[in-house]
């Protein structure tokens, strides 16, 4: 559940959605409180990749187009005097997989009720629900913050 220096690992799987967003945040406030480390991970996949008749792609764009958006995320979320000890990483895979290995040895792992899937109606994300009922963690599943930056009725920042 520790870090090699022996601080607590926070898990957060970050993807550029509201939901991602608002994880990432407390994620940060958790590890403010307990001096935790927070692992934000950001997963990419190449669609098709796996089947012979899969489109070309540049896996190489597809990287460094991840490695990008997380840096961009990390810096819209994180405030200029956050000393939160924060290491990140962008990974190559199917989310919940990626999320779920991560989670191995963590304090929590901490995922957005909705990613950036296409099934918006659904209540809880396919994800966080394999993350829920797979992780050898704790799972903290945030809901998107209202628009004002707050989180929704009933949660507690």
């Known amino acids: 559940m520790s870090t090699s220096d022996g601080t607590s690992r926070v898990v957060v799987g970050v993807d550029g959605s509201p939901a991602s967003h608002a994880a990432l945040r407390w994620a940060l406030r958790h590890a403010r409180r307990t001096g935790a480390t927070v692992h934000a991970v950001g997963v990419y996949d190449l669609p098709g990749a796996e089947g012979?008749?899969?489109?070309?792609?540049?896996?190489?764009?597809?990287?460094e187009q991840a490695r990008r958006s997380l840096s961009e995320e990390l810096q819209a979320v994180l405030g200029p005097?956050?000393?939160?000890?924060?290491?990140?990483?962008?990974?190559r895979g199917n989310p919940a997989q990626v999320l779920i290995d991560?989670?191995?040895?963590a304090e929590l792992l901490v995922v957005g009720s909705r990613g950036r899937g296409g099934f918006t109606s659904l209540l809880l994300g396919s994800v966080s629900q394999q993350c829920a009922a797979h992780a050898s963690c704790p799972v903290?599943?945030?809901?998107?913050?209202?628009?004002?930056?707050?989180?929704?009725?009933?949660d507690t920042p």
């Open 81 to 91: 005097d956050d000393d939160v000890p924060l290491v990140h990483h962008v990974v």
């Open 102 to 105: 991560e989670s191995d040895g």
């Open 140 to 154: 903290v599943i945030v809901r998107p913050e209202t628009a004002d930056g707050t989180p929704p009725a009933g």
């Open 52 to 63: 012979w008749s899969a489109p070309a792609v540049d896996v190489l764009f597809d990287e």
